[in-house]
């Protein structure tokens, strides 16, 4: 009878004979990465899924936001006009109070030229000189007063036209003043630059 060579058990063999490079179901070296079991899922990424453009914001206001909005924006804009018409007539009226109140102050300046003139009116038939002394003094008292109110008094003779306080209403021959000279004022001025009342009324020498 022939004999036939044993065949290993292959349990056996499993734990007795260690694995080889290229043997299948051998376990794995150690210095290769396990890869994990696949899941199904895409390439990882950082964004949410889910999410939008909106999602980094909150959720997009309702339309009832956006009135309410749109109402508190009409409101604040609607005081705001109403601020700036309170501010424009409280304006006008101090205005005017400073006009009522200057047109006051300068009124009551010439009260005391007023009282002087009716003085001068009740004695008018006692003293002709005296009269006329009076009536000197009165002007003078008014020529003061408006020099107080900033517009001093130009009825200068002998100094050179000066278009700006000065206004031409004849020209004459006068050897005895230098050409260009006012020669005589016919009506004074009152005030200078931009506070003039009205240049003086005068004549010029002729220029040769």
């Given at each position: 009878m022939p004999i036939h060579p044993k065949e290993p058990d292959p349990a056996v063999a499993e734990h007795t004979h260690p694995a080889s490079e290229g043997v299948v179901g051998g376990p794995p070296p150690a210095d290769l990465p396990r890869s994990d079991p696949p899941t199904g899922r895409g390439p990882a990424t950082d964004e949410q899924p889910g999410l939008g453009a909106a999602g980094d914001g909150g959720p997009?206001?309702?339309?009832?936001?956006y009135t309410a909005e749109l109402r508190e924006l009409e409101d604040r804009w609607r005081r705001a006009l109403a601020d700036l018409d309170n501010l424009r007539k409280r304006h006008a009226r101090e205005l005017e109070r400073e006009r009522t109140a200057e047109?006051?102050?300068t009124a009551a300046a010439f009260l005391p030229v007023l009282?002087?003139?009716e003085l001068a009116l009740?004695?008018?038939g006692a003293d002709p000189g005296a009269i006329v002394e009076g009536v000197r003094a009165v002007r003078d008292q008014a020529v003061n007063v408006l020099e107080l109110l900033g517009y001093p008094r130009h009825a200068e003779t002998g100094v050179a036209f000066d278009p700006a306080r000065h206004e031409v209403i004849?020209?004459?021959q006068d050897p005895d003043a230098s050409p260009g000279t006012v020669v005589d004022v016919l009506r004074p001025g009152y005030g200078d630059g931009e506070r003039q009342l009205r240049p003086a009324a005068v004549t010029v020498a002729k220029r040769e």
């Open positions: 997009a206001p309702s339309e009832d936001e047109r006051s102050r009282d002087n003139l009740t004695h008018a004849g020209v004459v």
